[in-house]
């Protein structure tokens, strides 16, 4: 399976980031930087939305095919209004508030000397062609029924939909995200044991790009503080 930084570099047939720079009017190294800013804190969003499992229905809205899977293969569904309003639902409970997607937004502007209005549009677009690609990447895997059932609302539901050795690697796919927060020093997690056909699933939910370590530190800290 891809990583963050690969879905966007295949979107829409190889050439949704620079779809996405033309329609915010933004150089490549402009939307490269921003794209670089963004992924790793979408990264550490999402391992928080998994992490916390009291609310499977929010995870699995990210993922909804329904919402954005057009986004990931089209240039025009991605930043219509539909998309990008579904992804800044999304993104607001994934970060837990609209105030939060705000702080996120002038932080991105600090670090890519970049308008925060352009930032604010271009992340819920961004946001709705990952969201896209990653339903992509989990439609036929064991891991599709979890998120079917877990729309519901229903996590015990949701974990019952996997058949094991799934339900015991996905199990210890979150615990590790969970123990893994900012500010807890837990026993080191033992590696997940995914089943055949399913030894990538792990590195779907990394940024595949590197922040600097200043970006990171903030990012990790506000995030650690917030209640998802």
Known sequence: ?????????????????????????LSRPEFDKLMGTLLPVFALGMKKSAADMTSPAAFAEMLDPDKFRAAYEDARAAVSPAATEAARLAL??????????????????AMTGLGVDVVSKVMPAMAATLFGGLSKELEGTPFAPFLKTAKAGDAAAAFG??????????GAFLKGYAEGKPGVKPAEPEAPQWPPGMEGFGKLFEAGVEMNEAGRSFFEQWMGGRKG
Not at 96 to 105: F, Q, R, T
Request: without cysteine.
């Open 1 to 25: 399976m891809f990583t963050f930084a690969d879905l966007m570099r295949q979107a829409q047939g190889g050439q949704a980031i620079d779809n996405l720079a033309k329609a915010y009017g």
């Open 161 to 170: 939909a996997l058949g094991n050795p799934m339900r015991d690697a996905m």
């Open 92 to 109: 607001e409970k994934m970060f837990g508030s609209g105030d939060a997607a705000s702080v996120l937004a002038r932080q991105a502007s």
